[in-house]
C-alpha cells in the first residue's frame, strides 16, 4: 500500500485535476480523503490524499517477471502485426491515461496478431478479453488496425 498527495487550488487548478484524475484512473485505489484548507496567502486549496495498491509488490521489493521475446516466439508476418498492434495499444492506453496493459496485454496481442482476420468478433474469443474490454477496446482497436491499411491479418 502507498499514499500520494495532491494539492489543489481552489481556483485555476485545471491542470492539478486532470493530473489527479489521470492517476486514479491508473491505479488501484483503496481510500481518498480530502481536506480543505487556506494558505497563508489567503488561497483556498484542496489536499488530497489517494492509498492505492502498487503493483507485483512484494517485501518491498518489486518482483521482475521474465520478460517474453515475441519475435521469438511469432513468426515473422505475426510479429510484424504484434508490432503495429502494440502501437495502437500505446495510443489507446495514452488517451485513457491507463497503462498499456489495462487496453491489451503483449500476451493477448501476441493471440490477435495470430488471428488470420481482425475483427472484435474473434478478438472476444481470446482467453481474458471480456465483454467491456472489446467494448471499450476491441472495435477502435480493429479499426484502428485497417485505418492504418491493414484490411486483414493475413
Known amino acids: 500500500m502507498q499514499i500520494k498527495i495532491f494539492d489543489l487550488p481552489s481556483r485555476g487548478g485545471e491542470q492539478a485535476v486532470e493530473d489527479l484524475n489521470k492517476f486514479l484512473r ?5 481510500d481518498v480523503d480530502r481536506q480543505f484548507y487556506v494558505s497563508s496567502d489567503n488561497v483556498g486549496h484542496w489536499s ?13 521489493h518489486q518482483e521482475k517477471k521474465e520478460k517474453i521475446d515475441y519475435r521469438e516466439i511469432l513468426d515473422p508476418v505475426a510479429f510484424d502485426r504484434f508490432v503495429k498492434l502494440r502501437a495502437i495499444r500505446k495510443k489507446l492506453a495514452a488517451d485513457d491515461a491507463v497503462p498499456a496493459y489495462a487496453v491489451f ?34 472495435k477502435v482497436l480493429c479499426e484502428m488496425y485497417k485505418e492504418q491499411g491493414h484490411e486483414t491479418l493475413k
Open 26 to 30: 491508473g491505479h488501484k485505489i483503496l
Open 48 to 60: 488530497i490524499v489517494v492509498t492505492f495498491l502498487s503493483s507485483d509488490i512484494s517485501n518491498g
Open 105 to 138: 496485454t503483449d500476451a493477448e496481442l501476441a493471440q490477435i496478431a495470430q488471428l488470420a482476420d481482425l475483427d472484435a468478433t474473434k478478438v472476444a474469443r481470446i482467453s481474458g478479453i471480456g465483454e467491456k474490454r472489446i467494448e471499450k477496446y476491441g
